[in-house]
């Protein structure tokens, strides 16, 4: 006779973060009352409290569990098919687009819950840190790629990066993500030829005049 596979029901706090996530993602972190997401994670408002302390507690859980993924996801592919510095540096881009096709994309998490919360909140702080990871994503790749200015090309390829997700969203076109590729394929290969110096410019050392 088989055995008896029992599943285990998600715990209170995995419930309340999945709602959390669909809820505040497709409609924005204010609009959506914590009624609504206790009724859709079947738990009383009282364990909400308990588990998060308040709304902007489960907010920030929320995002951190999203940048969780996105670092995980971004570390396990960018490891998996991609062999040499430049490679993951553009890889980042090919990654991203994964997102991209995915059903009930609405751009990044982090920008429009940044763009409903006050400067200074605790929730704002919560963004910085997944801006912070990002810049220091390109800044590490672009230093392995050999580039010249790994900073400058950072910055341009944070750039490329938020434009890639808004124009996926608005424009509802996936193909952003190899158009944003290109794109970056250009800017890498001028950062790292900028770091190759031609000996013919090197000034040969100067041979002292004889007395």
Partial sequence: MPADKTVARPSARERLLAAASELFYDEGVHTVGVDRITERAGVAKATLYTLFGSKDGLVRAYLQARHDRTRERMTRELAARFGTPRERLLGVFEVQGLSFT??????????????????????????????????????????????????????????????????????????????????????????????????????????????
């Fill in 102 to 211: 995915e059903p009930g994309f609405r751009g990044c998490a982090f920008v429009g819950a940044n763009a409903e919360t006050s400067p200074g909140s605790s929730i704002e702080e919560v963004t910085e840190d997944y801006r912070t990871w990002l810049r220091s994503l390109f800044v590490d790749l672009a230093k392995q790629a050999g580039a010249a200015d790994p900073g400058h090309l950072a910055q341009q390829l944070v750039l490329l990066y938020d434009g890639a997700g808004i124009s996926a969203w608005m424009d509802h076109d996936a193909s952003t993500a190899q158009a944003a590729r290109a794109i970056a394929a250009a800017l890498v290969e001028a950062a790292i030829a900028a770091a190759v110096i031609p000996a013919a410019v090197i000034p040969a050392t100067a041979t002292p005049s004889a007395i």
